[in-house]
C-alpha cells in the first residue's frame, strides 16, 4: 500500500505541476500571438524595419538635464525641472500614460524596488515621471500618480512622487539629453497614437547631471540604493549592459507591430518554470528513496513467528 500511495501522490503532484506549467505559461503565448492583424504561421525574421531605428536608449552619463524646461504637473501648474533639483538626487522615468504594456511593467517594477529602499521619496530623493506624448494631460497624469502612490503604501510621500506632462518641444529637449529615442507607431485604429520605445530609468544627480542608469522592468533595490547614494553626492556611475526591453515586435508576415510580453518578463516566467520543475524532482527523488529504503523496507517485514 505504501508504494501505491506513494504512486498517487507522485501523479498527484506531477498533475499539479503541468496544470502550473500550464498556467504560467498561457499569458506569454496568449501576448504573442495577439496582435493587431491575423495570426502569422512559419518562420519569423526578428530583424526589426528601418522605422525602429531610432528606438533605443544611449547612456549619456554626465549629461547636464535642460533645468530650465517647463512641464505641467500632476496638479495642472506649470513647473520648471529646476524645481525638483538643488538638494536630492531624482529617479528620472520616460514613459506615456496610455501605454498598453511596457511602460506600466517600469513603473510597477520602480515602486516595487522601492518599497525594499530605506530612502524615502520627497526627503532623500524625487521621482520624476515624464509622459513622451504631449497629447496627454494632468488628469491621466493625476491618475498615475494615485495608482502609484497607492501602489507604494506610503500616501505621506505624495510630495516626492511627480506625474508630469508637456509639450513637444519641451519632450524632445528632454528626451534628446537623456539619449532617449522612440518613434511613433499605428494603434488599433491605424492611427499615429503609439509609441515604440525601450525602458530604461535613469538616476540624476541633484545639480541635474545623468548619473546611472538601470535597463529592463525589474531593478535590484541594492542597485537603486546605491545609486540614489552615489549621486547625491554628484558621483557618476558607469554604463550598464545595454540589453534593451523593446514594447513592440514586429511581424514582417504581417508587416504590422504586435505587442508582446516584455523579453526579460518571459525570460523570468522561464526560470521560474526551471526553478519548480527542480524542485518537483527534488520531491520525486526524495519520496523515492524514504519508499524503497532499507529501514522502511525492514518495518514493512512482518515478523517471523516461532511456532
Known amino acids: 500500500m505504501n508504494g501505491r500511495g506513494t504512486i498517487r501522490r507522485d501523479a498527484r503532484r506531477v498533475a499539479g505541476f503541468a496544470a502550473l506549467c500550464a498556467a504560467l505559461l498561457a499569458p506569454s503565448l496568449m501576448a504573442q500571438v495577439s496582435g493587431y492583424g491575423d ?66 511593467e517600469e513603473l510597477n517594477g520602480l515602486t516595487s524596488a522601492l518599497q525594499m529602499v530605506s530612502f524615502v521619496p520627497g526627503k532623500d530623493f524625487n521621482v520624476i515621471v ?39 518641444p519641451s519632450i524632445d529637449a528632454l528626451t534628446k539629453a537623456v539619449g532617449f529615442g522612440y518613434v511613433k507607431i499605428p494603434g488599433p485604429d491605424g492611427k499615429l497614437t503609439q509609441f515604440a520605445h525601450a525602458s530604461s530609468i535613469q538616476i540624476v544627480t541633484p545639480e541635474g547631471k545623468l548619473a546611472q542608469y538601470y535597463m529592463g522592468v525589474e531593478y535590484s533595490p541594492k542597485d537603486l540604493l546605491l545609486g540614489l547614494n552615489e549621486a547625491s553626492s554628484n558621483r557618476i556611475g558607469s554604463p550598464v549592459d545595454n540589453i534593451l526591453t523593446y514594447c513592440y515586435h514586429y511581424d514582417p508576415q504581417t508587416n504590422k507591430h504586435s505587442l508582446i510580453v516584455a523579453r526579460v518578463v518571459q525570460l523570468g516566467g522561464l526560470m521560474t518554470l526551471l526553478l519548480l520543475g527542480g524542485f518537483m524532482a527534488l520531491m520525486f527523488r526524495r519520496d523515492y528513496r524514504q519508499a524503497h529504503s532499507p529501514a522502511k523496507q525492514a518495518l514493512g517485514k512482518e515478523p517471523k513467528v516461532n511456532g
Open 130 to 168: 515624464v509622459s513622451i506624448d504631449p497629447t496627454e494631460g494632468t488628469d491621466l497624469a493625476a491618475a498615475k500618480k494615485r495608482s502609484y502612490l497607492r501602489r507604494y503604501g506610503h500616501p505621506e510621500t505624495a510630495g516626492g512622487w511627480h506625474f508630469m506632462t508637456g509639450t513637444q
Open 39 to 104: 495570426k502569422a504561421v512559419g518562420p519569423v525574421n526578428d530583424k526589426p524595419p528601418a522605422i525602429l531605428n531610432g528606438v533605443g536608449i544611449e547612456q549619456r552619463l554626465n549629461e547636464q538635464l535642460p533645468l530650465g524646461l517647463t512641464f505641467t504637473d500632476d496638479q495642472g501648474k506649470q513647473v520648471q525641472l529646476s524645481s525638483y533639483f538643488g538638494k536630492r538626487p531624482a529617479i528620472l522615468a520616460l514613459v506615456y500614460y496610455q501605454c498598453p504594456m511596457l511602460c506600466s
